[in-house]
């Protein structure tokens, strides 16, 4: 079995493509920037070791934003807390989570 401390030593070439194709649909999760050239895998956690289910699929310049959040639960916790907000108003509320999202990116 392999723990999530060695993943990345065990990952293929075709399970990060997985990943990127099947899982992010080769875009970023935040702008469907679709540019592979343009996009890295990042740890959603960044105190978490790099696993499948500890990455996410971002733009450069998001990955380096995402990077300068100290806690990204807090920051799931409040753009969850919006999209629940934002549902009973918005009939956009997924567009309204991202921008949030982004937003928060840009001010760290």
């Known amino acids: 079995m392999v723990d999530g401390r060695h993943f ?5 070439e075709p399970d990060l493509r997985y990943l990127v194709e099947n899982i992010w649909n080769s875009q970023s999760v935040l702008s469907a920037h679709e540019d592979l050239f343009d996009l890295v895998l990042v ?9 499948p289910w500890n ?3 971002l733009t450069k310049e998001e990955a380096s934003a995402h990077a300068k959040l100290e806690n ?8 969850f807390i919006l999209l629940l907000f934002s549902l009973l108003l918005l009939p956009s509320a ?10 928060i990116l840009h001010l760290h």
């Open 43 to 51: 740890r959603w956690n960044k105190y978490e070791e790099w696993s």
């Open 55 to 57: 990455c996410i699929l």
């Open 8 to 12: 990345f030593r065990f990952s293929q």
């Open 94 to 103: 997924l567009v309204f989570l991202l921008y949030i999202y982004m937003y």
């Open 72 to 79: 990204v639960t807090e920051v799931l916790v409040f753009c």
